[in-house]
Structure formats: structure tokens, C-alpha cells
């Protein structure tokens, strides 16, 4: 049976929540969000002295009545970001739980909404080897993101994903423009740390959500079992192996898991980037709410 989260109650809960993107972002004229820099807005925000070439109009004669000096107005301005949303769709972000796959599309689908709610623009890449399709091109406005996320649904989940190359290939990835998220397991030989320093270098604001199904968190193997690595081709790869699972070997993969999700946090951490990892048992309002929120992503 397929799992979905998309519905008209998922999204009716989102309403009161925002994206929160840092104030020092450029972006595009006419949005919500309030930047450093003033603008044409109602809005008051400062004075400051008069200048050849100001429009005179701005200025405020109550304090050239006081002060014989004359003052200009100025007020804040407000911008659209364009969110940008890279979705993982290797097998083993399906395999052998489609649940999660349909976890990540609904993170991905909520993020989303919150953007085109907010009348940002929005755009999503599906990750298949070291490439990211653009199904849906530019996003904006709730009618063409209702009719793009039911087709997000069908997004095919295999083979392996190459993040850098994916992130680096893209040809509109954007400059000091808005939020760029990656939804993925990061279970991938490719060089995840590249493709944060590339987002880094085109002042993104970076947000990294690592999806992990609680068999993944806390696996409940034991005695001798094969291994398939889900994304594996040829059964004879080095990745599949056959091994006896131990007390030990359990332990010692609860120690990976943990050393693996802090080199993620604390890479991040370094890049000014923001991490969280979810467990797919866990409701996405609770997510949003509760990790978006302490990370400053939401509010």
C-alpha cells in the first residue's frame, strides 16, 4: 500500500507556520521577507540626512522645522527568496521501507507550501545519480505548487546519488537569494562537504535534513544475515557481504551512526549551515515544530 502525507489536513496545519531566512539575504522585490537594507515599504525605519540627488519627497519637514536641517525617511524592505529544495532519490531512500521515500516528499511538499505560502519562489531538484532533474521549473503561487506536488508523488527512487555533482551541475542554483535544502539519508559515497562549500560559496542560506527510518537508528538483526546494500547493481559488489551479527557489531554500529550524524552537525556548525536528523516514526508537523523551530529555520 502507498504512503502518502499529502492531503488538505497536512497542509491546513502548516498555516501558521513561516520560514525564517537570515535578514542579510538579497533576494527579489516585492516579497515578506525583511532584509538589512531599506526600501519602499510602509514600514518606518530611520532618518538619515539629506543628500543631492534624494528625492525630496522623503523628506521630513517636522524636524526641518526644528532642526532647520533637512531629513529623509527611510523605511524597510521586504524580498522573495527562492527556496530551493534537492531531493535524494536513490534506492535507499525507498528500500526496503517506501515509507520513508514518502516521508522525505512530504518534508519536501511542507517545506514547500510554507515558501509559496509566504510568496517565495520555489523550485525542486530530484537527485538520480550526478544529476538533478527540474521537473516543475520556477514555482510561484499556491495553484502551480498544488499541481506540482501531486506529481512529486511519483518521483522514482534508484540507483545511487552523487550530491556534489547534482548541486554543482545545476544551472540556476542562485546567488545570496534564499534557502537551499537537501533531503536525503546521506548515505553516499559522494562528497557531501564539497556541496555544502558550494552552497556556502553562493551565499545560500544551508539546510541539511537527514532522513533515517528507526530500523536504520536502531536495527533489530540478529545471527547471521546477508547484507544487500539497496543501491547495488551486481550482487557480487564488495558492499554486499554476509556477516553474524554481535552484541559488539551493534554497539559498534550504534557508535558510527553517532560519530556519523555529529560529523554532519558539526560540519554544518563550521559552514554557518543548519542539520537535523528525523525519524521517519515521528509525525513531519513534529519535526517542523520541534527541530526546524530550535534550529531557527521556522517560526
Not at 180 to 201: E, N, P, Q, R
Not at 278 to 299: C, H, Q
Amino acid at each position: 500500500m502507498k504512503v502518502s502525507y499529502i492531503n488538505d489536513d497536512f497542509f491546513s496545519r502548516l498555516e501558521t507556520l513561516a520560514l525564517n531566512l537570515r535578514a542579510d539575504l538579497a533576494g527579489f522585490f516585492g516579497g515578506k521577507h525583511l532584509v538589512k537594507t531599506y526600501g519602499q515599504t510602509v514600514e518606518f525605519a530611520d532618518y538619515r540626512e539629506y543628500m543631492l540627488g534624494d528625492d525630496i519627497r522623503r523628506i521630513d519637514w517636522n524636524l526641518y522645522s526644528r532642526f532647520e536641517k533637512f531629513f529623509i525617511k527611510q523605511f524597510t524592505d521586504e524580498r522573495q527568496m527562492h527556496v530551493q529544495i534537492f531531493l535524494d532519490c536513490s534506492a535507499s531512500m525507498a528500500k526496503p521501507n517506501p515509507a520513508k521515500a514518502a516521508y522525505a516528499i512530504g518534508i519536501a511538499s511542507a517545506l514547500g507550501y510554507l515558501a509559496v505560502h509566504n510568496t517565495d519562489k520555489l523550485s525542486y531538484k530530484l537527485i538520480n545519480g550526478g544529476t538533478a532533474e527540474d521537473p516543475f521549473g520556477m514555482i510561484v503561487g499556491k495553484n502551480t505548487f498544488f499541481k506540482s506536488v501531486r506529481n512529486l508523488e511519483n518521483a522514482e527512487f534508484f540507483g545511487e546519488s552523487d550530491l556534489y555533482s547534482a548541486i554543482v551541475g545545476c544551472n540556476n542554483v542562485g546567488s545570496n537569494d534564499g534557502l537551499t535544502v537537501i533531503i536525503s539519508d546521506f548515505f553516499t559515497d559522494s562528497d557531501w562537504k564539497k556541496a555544502i562549500d558550494y552552497l556556502c560559496y553562493k551565499k545560500r542560506q544551508v539546510l541539511l535534513i537527514q532522513v533515517l527510518t528507526p530500523e536504520e537508528i536502531e536495527p533489530i538483526y540478529d545471527g547471521r544475515v546477508n547484507l544487500i546494500d539497496s543501491e547495488s547493481i551486481d550482487l557480487m559488489d564488495d558492499k554486499n557481504m554476509k556477516l553474524r551479527i554481535t552484541r559488539g557489531l551493534q554497539q559498534a554500529y550504534d557508535q558510527a551512526l553517532t560519530d556519523f550524524k555529529a560529523e554532519l552537525r558539526r560540519y554544518c556548525n563550521s559552514r554557518e549551515a543548519e542539520f537535523v536528523s528525523v525519524s521517519t516514526d515521528k509525525p513531519i508537523e513534529r519535526m517542523l515544530f520541534a527541530e526546524l523551530l530550535k534550529v531557527g529555520i521556522m517560526e
